[in-house]
């Protein structure tokens, strides 16, 4: 039983590049939600999906950042012009239903912006 | 709003000794409590989640924490250190009205000395 997947596991990218992170929610499971760890911190929150729809965005920036989870494929974290301060791990989590289920979370994505 | 403090970011216990690691929420409303464990260059896995239910809450690998609602506590403990315990172990809150939003502490590490 596969758990959570995401790719890529490490991503290098130059400022003013664009990121995107995917992240595969485990079978049967149709919320993600996206978390970014920064150096020596904790995972906040960033944004809740749906199939096909955004429930909760209060953790994303206001600017170059998105996420969408489609009806068929991963869902996606898109950085648009990347800056430094971009670099962290981005972790994604699903769970079956979205009401006190457990979320289970994939390895993360490690993204440095040189 | 809720907040998480893990008290100490390194914690350092022999083999075989009682481990026990602190958080502290606040939160103006019942709140879910959570442990995670991650270890390196891998994502978070659940040690065990303190729902309203019963106040002492048993996890895996024998982990338990207990909910004290006076002291707005929520301490992880584990009578016998093993080598295979050492990681860094993340305390989280959420709302039961938004309980999806995991608030996450900045995390302790613990170390096992043989």
């Known amino acids: 039983n596969a758990g959570v997947m995401q790719n890529p596991r490490h991503l290098v990218r130059r400022r003013g590049q664009e990121a995107r992170l995917r992240c595969s929610p485990m079978?049967?499971?149709?919320?993600v939600y996206w978390y970014r760890q920064l150096p020596e911190e904790g995972l906040k929150f960033m944004v809740y999906?749906?199939?096909?729809?955004?429930?909760?965005e209060s953790g994303m920036p206001k600017e170059r950042f998105s996420a969408e989870f489609p009806k068929e494929g991963p869902s996606i974290l898109r950085i648009q012009q990347v800056v430094r301060g971009d670099s962290a791990a981005y972790f994604c989590?699903?769970?079956?239903?979205?009401?006190?289920?457990?979320?289970?979370f994939g390895p993360g994505t490690r993204l440095l912006v040189l | 709003a809720q907040s998480v403090t893990q008290l100490g970011s390194h914690v350092s216990v022999s083999e075989g000794a009682l481990v026990l690691l602190r958080c502290n929420y606040s939160?103006?409303?019942?709140?879910?409590l959570f442990w995670y464990v991650q270890y390196p260059n891998q994502g978070l896995q659940l040690l065990l989640k303190?729902?309203?239910?019963?106040?002492l809450v048993k996890g895996i690998n024998g982990f338990e924490a207990e909910f004290k609602k006076s002291e707005t506590s929520f301490h992880l403990t584990k009578p016998s250190a093993h080598m295979s315990d050492a990681a860094e172990y993340f305390c989280?809150?959420?709302?039961?009205?938004?309980?999806?939003?995991?608030?996450f502490g900045s995390g302790t590490r613990l170390l096992v000395r043989p």
């Open positions: 989590a699903s769970s079956a239903t979205g009401f006190k289920e457990t979320q289970y």
């Open positions: 079978k049967g499971h149709s919320h």
């Open positions: 999906l749906q199939k096909e729809n955004i429930i909760d």
């Open positions: 939160s103006s409303v019942p709140p879910y």
């Open positions: 303190y729902t309203s239910a019963a106040t």
């Open positions: 989280a809150v959420s709302r039961m009205d938004s309980s999806y939003k995991l608030i």
